[in-house]
């Protein structure tokens, strides 16, 4: 069975601080796709990044960055400098050949001006 | 990224009565959609997919009388809310994937049902 485990439900940082929420995975499949989702409060789900299984190597866009790693199924996400307007709900996501998205629970970050 | 549409962003319905999601895929052919629905502070748990010209395979303890899927064509799959029951009241989302967008799918803006 497939599993995604997004173990902190709500972080708080002050505006300018750097975040990481971390994100566990589960799966049999020896190829499969690890994606990120920002979720503001208006609901919908903003598409971040998309990782598959045979690129471990990071990711970093602007104040984004990525660390994908397999031995122990990771994949966590790191904002630096954290802004006011990066305040939503983030979903870490995986799916295999079926296309269908297993979501972990969501980590609300909070950040404080 | 492709663009997925979904109407009403908002609905109000009154118990009993059936209300109609619309997911459009806007500027890709969609083989494939998803429904999730989310619960206040919850994450998206996954209803059924559907493939055009095919029925809808519904996850376990979904309802197939009760939220009706259908996927008339390559831009279209609708969810049908039957018999609304406050309980029904949530965030549907769908998503899409079309056969040159490799592995990744693409979420509608999510319809808010309110039941009352």
């Known amino acids: 069975a497939q599993k995604v485990t997004q173990a902190q439900t709500e972080i708080s940082v002050v505006e300018k601080e750097d975040v990481t929420l971390d994100c566990v995975y589960e799966t049999r499949d020896t190829t499969y796709y690890l994606f990120w989702y920002k979720q503001p409060p208006s609901g919908e789900l903003v598409f971040l990044i998309r990782?598959?299984?045979?690129?471990?190597q990071n990711e970093i866009s602007g104040r984004y960055s990525w660390n994908f790693q397999k031995s122990t199924s990771s994949f966590n996400f790191t904002i630096t400098a954290s802004q006011v307007v990066d305040s939503a709900v983030y979903f870490c996501a995986l799916t295999s050949g079926t296309y269908k998205y297993i979501f972990g629970t969501g980590t609300r970050l909070k950040v404080l001006a | 990224g492709a663009v997925v549409s979904q109407h009403p962003s908002r609905v109000i319905c009154k118990s009993g009565t059936s209300v109609k999601i619309e997911c459009r895929s806007l500027d890709f052919q969609a083989t494939t959609m998803f429904w999730y629905r989310q619960f206040p502070k919850k994450s998206l748990m996954l209803m059924a997919t559907?493939?055009?010209?095919?029925?809808?395979?519904?996850e376990q303890g979904v309802e197939k009388d009760k939220f009706l899927i259908n996927h008339a064509s390559l831009t279209l799959s609708t969810l049908t809310v039957t018999s609304a029951h406050p309980e029904d009241s949530s965030f549907y989302i769908c998503s899409a994937r079309g056969r040159r967008l490799a592995n990744t799918i693409y979420f509608g803006e999510g319809s808010w049902l309110t039941v009352v």
């Open positions: 559907s493939n055009e010209g095919s029925k809808a395979t519904y």
């Open positions: 990782r598959n299984s045979f690129d471990e």
